[in-house]
């Protein structure tokens, strides 16, 4: 059997653009490709023609100047054959210029924009309607190519009323499916453009000619009852556009029919469908991913500036008039789109299967789009604690290193000090990953093997560390690395040697806001204990340490967030192991007076003095500070490491007799009667043994 003639010219021109000598196309090359995109050519010729009218536009933008030279360049190639086609009393070559236009949109919309707007365009192509009235082809080209233009600013603005009706007309009509679905598809992006160009401008959006309840049940009922692969296309781009809106989305969520087949749309392997449209809001796979997506999305997290200046705004909007007041100054505060109406939106989805899908996509595809989809829907997902195991069934975690790993370029020992170019939007998928990984232990998140551990760890410190992170990133990549250090001295060691990791984190131990400091600090006492360098530089090793981190963990001590305070004394717990450490914190002591006070305060508040420095405090308010066993115990071992970690004579005698002013040894004597009941203790032996150090060098203890 012979093959498909306009085929095999394409096959030969997607060779010649890989060739640096090919100028321009022949003129039956120019004329298979035109013609490649018409409903009577097969699907494989279609997706040729995607391929070759990419390599070419991809060509001519690389060698031009400037963006708007290669704009010019594309549409100076096709304007004139385009239009001339659209133009043409044969159906066949008037179907061959609206369906390339259309193609065009796809590919590159600058260039077929610049096209559309040439004088004669959009009155040849509304001809065509005439010229060919009972024409299902014509019709639904025409709808499409209006879709498409409709969805940018400059093309938008030249149509007129006449063509929302044609597409009300159309979209009512109950004998065409596909067409039904093409006009609603543009009468939604015509209504959601106009609304957002009369919001730039100050004016009043124009009413739509369908509303939005009616236009979603249309399309909702094309998803479920449709067979034609164009109408379903069609139905699942305009809910793409339609489910911000949050009325829809409750709609669309509790509808379990209709998600199921949504879900199934997604091809299960790679290669199962066609990619060619994977980067547009016309691909089913993109479309069912962003719905997915609009339907578990958050409202954004303002600052209390930015929630200040929304008020501002919508009482702004208000102001202006009775037609701008309800819809556009409450749109953002809808009830159903609060966090409780998210979180069931969420729950319904994953009932019905939406991770499946999710994973699906990330499997059947290597698009950049889809997978950011993909990414932002399972970060809205997790958001849901309750979410996090059933995401962790259905494969998330691996479907998120996959993204990531696409994401992040190959690191290379020049790369170090570095930074890479990462978006806001590359973050999404760590974050998702992150949140996992801080409520599941990291076997459940990565599997068995510590390989994959290990590979976490570089795009956690990148949310950590990079500038265009946020703070939140920043907080919720030290807690997962918080939960990865305890994995092995291995992980902990890899961890400690990130790139700028620990720069970052002494930074953020010194953070006014609570959590962000507890974070920072709680990681320390993990790497202190995990990671033989990071002890040595916290003060393990006088070689190496820095006095002024022992100092910080010491304040931390001091501060009234008891996590943070637990954090810090197990870093110094394993620290004062280290006889370095003790001579560094008696230094300290000697300089400042505030060491034994602080730790003293770890194991009774109500009995050791105040640091110095704090003694304007009131009486009172200090013994209120808050006790812990944990803290008990903590200060405890670090009294005790300390006594006994120290090497000069005259500095013993002088702690001790400090230990003795400050009430330290009271502090010890109470624990002890404290476990004359409970001789089986943890802490019962180190405070005896601190007792007794300090009874050695001339202390006298009452008990």
Known sequence: MSSDPSSDVLDVVLKKTQDKAWVAFAPDELSALLSAFSPTQPVATHTKGYLVLSAYCQRRRSEAPSHDEGTQSISRTFETPVVSRMADTEEEEALAGLTFLSALFDVDHPSASAIFQRDGTLEAMMDTLDLFPKSHHIDLAVAHLLGRTAGHKTCRALLGKDHRNWLEWKSRQTNDAELRAAAAVALVKLARGSSADAMEVGGTPEQPAMQDDELAAL????????????????????????????????????????LQRLFALIPRRKGATSERLDESTASPLYGTVVIISNLCAYRPRLSAEEAQIAKLRRMAKTAKGPGQSSQAAEEDLDPVDDDDHVKERGRRLIKAGAMEALTSAVRATDSRAVRMAVSKAILNLVEDKDNRGKVLQSGGAKALQIIIQGLLPQSKPSDIGKTPQLEKEDFEPIQALAKLAITAAPVQVFGPNEGAIYDAIRPFALMLTHPNATLLQSFEAMMALTNLSSQSPEAASRIAGAD???????????????????????????????SEEIFNKWGGDRNTASKSKLQVLVALCDIEDLPTRLAASGALASLTASPDACESLAELESERHHVLPILGQLVDPTVVARPEADADVEEEE??????????VHRGIVCLRNFFVGLQNSATQMEIASEADRTGVVRALVGVVKGCAQNPSSPILRPAAEALKWLLEHGVEISV
């Open 622 to 631: 200090a013994g209120q500070l808050e006790s812990d066993p944990g803290l």
């Open 219 to 258: 399309m909702k009922g094309l998803v479920v009852d449709a067979q034609e692969t164009s109408s379903l296309a069609d139905a699942v781009e305009g809910l793409a556009y339609m489910s911000t809106n949050p009325a829809v989305k409750e709609t669309l969520s509790k509808d379990s029919t209709f």
């Open 500 to 530: 700028g990791l620990m720069n970052k984190v002494e930074l953020l131990m010194l953070e006014d806001h609570t959590l962000v400091r507890r974070a920072a600090t709680e990681l320390v006492c993990n790497l202190v204990a995990g």
